[in-house]
């Protein structure tokens, strides 16, 4: 590309960098560059935060009404040219393309979502208990937003932000991923196309220890909405402490799924085997431990491994839109794959299928590991102790479901849960005692728009989603009124 790419939004024009700075974007599945875009340099980031602090009244100060209907809009462009932003993730990213267009297809509904949402947002009233007073607790927007999103779902993760923020009267100056900036660019430009007023949402993309960072300390942001790895959001809340700014942090998990004795394995095992492997489990609430009760233990192992082999792992996700999985993001994400299994072997475990890169020169210029699973593992393996992120399934084998909880809840993180089993007293159980923002009950995703999501222990703090999620981009403020009898 011979001119400098115009791919910062700030206050509603599309502009270059002003150093004219820019970086590319590469395809992890055969390392091409996909596009050039610009790196914005910190005076273009000020920009976009004063632009966003400029247009806060204007946009908070809109009925709801109209909000969602400049959301609705947006999201109808965006349907229109679904197919396009879907396409531009699955090269970005590497998923297959159906993946790509469930996610873009679920971003749309969370924007429809919330744009109602904010229609019904209330306040309470009531009468005072000192002396003749009335107080109602208005709900009012907290004002300029930091978004900064991973390379994963970079357009769901985004729109779990979007949607209540603007529903509730935010405006935003959003950071999308180095990894994978191109298709929630396309997201942010239905946006701009449904004629958003000027400001309201601004996009600067660059690395997030330099245009991250200043949209993090600059006092111009009030909250800070950010998914993302457990080291960078630690650092990130500090930071924000310092300014007492909101935070919803979600970073990374280690998702246990407990197999009782009495579960239906025709659904356990095809569960567990999408939630291990699908996005090549590269998802916050990928399964990463598995924990079988001894009685169905061997049939477990046996028909998991069996499936895991026979998933297809796709070079060219366009081509394949329907392969269980694609390359996984860089170098770096397998290295830590590649550290996990040597350190479990190292320990004691075995594998069972995969365990190394495909072969093949489909395979030869990208990111690639196999759907691998281990057994014979222990809680001292870094494979049970940290997050993977990649398409690894350590197995465990457990007597009592008291003891399957316990080992569930041997991490450090707490963002989702699974448990597979027949009988009400062990699901009530385990879903009370594990300790996670999320459990799902004979599903494997604990993923639902009305519902909040969000971790417990080093899986962050915070919810989004559900009514929890709408709350965290308003404060609540109390009006106390004294009325006497008139005179
Ligand atoms: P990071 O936390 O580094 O990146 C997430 C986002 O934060 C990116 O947009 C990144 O920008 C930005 N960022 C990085 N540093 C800062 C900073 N100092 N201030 C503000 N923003 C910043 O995660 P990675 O992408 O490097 O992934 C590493 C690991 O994190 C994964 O292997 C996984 O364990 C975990 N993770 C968890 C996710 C989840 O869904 N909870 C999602 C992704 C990762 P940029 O990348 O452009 O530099």
């Known amino acids: 590309m011979s001119q400098t790419p115009q791919t910062l939004l700030i206050n509603g024009e599309w502009r270059a960098s002003v150093d004219g700075i820019t970086q590319?974007?590469?395809?992890?599945?055969?390392?091409?560059?996909?596009?050039?875009?610009?790196?914005?340099?910190?005076?273009?980031?000020?920009?976009?935060?004063?632009?966003?602090?400029?247009?806060?009244?204007?946009?908070?100060?809109?009925?709801?009404?109209?909000?969602?209907?400049?959301?609705?809009?947006?999201?109808?462009?965006?349907?229109?040219?679904?197919?396009?932003?879907?396409?531009?993730?699955?090269?970005?990213?590497?998923?297959?393309?159906?993946?790509?267009?469930?996610?873009?297809?679920?971003?749309?509904?969370?924007?429809?979502?919330?744009?109602?949402?904010?229609?019904?947002?209330?306040?309470?009233?009531?009468a005072g208990d000192l002396g003749p007073t009335h107080s109602f607790v208005l709900r009012q927007p907290v004002g300029v937003v930091a978004a900064i999103?991973?390379?994963?779902?970079?357009?769901?993760?985004?729109?779990?932000?979007?949607?209540?923020?603007?529903?509730?009267?935010?405006?935003?100056?959003?950071?999308?991923?180095?990894?994978?900036?191109?298709a929630a660019t396309a997201f942010v430009?239905?946006?701009?196309?449904?004629?958003?007023?000027?400001?309201?949402?601004?996009?600067?993309?660059?690395?997030?220890?330099?245009?991250?960072a200043e949209m993090v300390t600059n006092p111009l942001s009030r909250k800070i909405a950010f998914t993302g790895s457990t080291a960078t959001g630690l650092w990130i809340a500090e930071q924000a402490a310092r300014q007492l700014k909101h935070v919803t942090l979600e970073l990374g998990g280690s998702a246990p799924f407990v197999v009782c004795d009495d579960a239906d394995l025709d659904a356990a095992v095809p569960d567990a085997l999408r939630r291990a492997y699908s996005h090549t489990g590269q998802i916050c609430i990928s399964v990463n431990r598995i924990f079988v009760q001894r009685g169905v233990y061997e049939p477990f192992v046996e028909r998991f491994t069996a499936a895991a082999s026979k998933l297809r792992v796709t070079a060219d996700g366009l081509a394949e839109p329907d392969a269980d999985m694609g390359p996984m993001i860089n170098a770096k994400a397998i290295d830590t794959v590649r550290q996990h299994v040597a350190d479990a072997l190292e320990r004691g475990a075995t594998v069972t299928t995969g365990g190394d890169s495909p072969t093949g020169p489909l395979y030869a210029n990208g990111y690639f590991y196999l759907p691998t699973v281990l057994t014979g593992v222990h809680r001292d393996m870094r494979v049970m102790q940290e997050e993977t992120f990649g398409p690894l399934a350590p197995?465990?084998?457990?007597?009592?479901?008291?003891?399957?909880?316990?080992?569930?809840?041997?991490?450090?993180?707490?963002?989702?849960?699974?448990?597979?089993?027949?009988?009400?007293?062990?699901?009530?159980?385990?879903?009370?005692?594990i300790r996670s923002g999320g459990v799902g009950i004979n599903i494997n995703d604990i993923t639902d728009m009305r519902g909040p999501f969000g971790g417990m222990k080093m899986s962050g703090t915070g919810r989004e989603l559900g009514q929890p999620g709408m709350d965290s981009y308003m404060e609540f403020k109390h009006v106390r009124l004294r009325h006497r009898a008139p005179r």
């Open 189 to 212: 430009r239905a946006f701009a196309e449904a004629g958003l007023p000027p400001g309201v949402l601004n996009v600067v993309t660059g690395p997030g220890g330099s245009v991250g």
């Open 24 to 126: 590319e974007v590469n395809n992890p599945a055969n390392g091409t560059v996909i596009q050039t875009i610009s790196q914005a340099s910190t005076a273009d980031v000020v920009a976009a935060l004063e632009a966003a602090d400029a247009a806060f009244p204007v946009w908070a100060g809109m009925s709801a009404r109209d909000r969602a209907r400049f959301m609705h809009d947006a999201m109808d462009i965006f349907r229109a040219n679904l197919d396009a932003a879907a396409r531009l993730l699955t090269l970005e990213h590497g998923k297959p393309l159906n993946d790509s267009i469930k996610e873009c297809r679920y971003s749309a509904d969370v924007i429809d979502f919330y744009a109602e949402e904010g229609r019904r947002i209330d306040g309470t009233h009531f």
């Open 395 to 433: 197995i465990a084998v457990f007597d009592t479901l008291e003891e399957g909880v316990k080992m569930a809840n041997d991490s450090p993180y707490g963002l989702a849960a699974y448990v597979y089993t027949a009988d009400l007293d062990r699901a009530f159980y385990a879903a009370k005692h």
């Open 149 to 182: 999103t991973p390379w994963n779902f970079p357009v769901d993760l985004l729109a779990w932000k979007l949607g209540p923020g603007l529903a509730a009267g935010c405006t935003f100056v959003i950071k999308p991923p180095s990894e994978a900036p191109l």
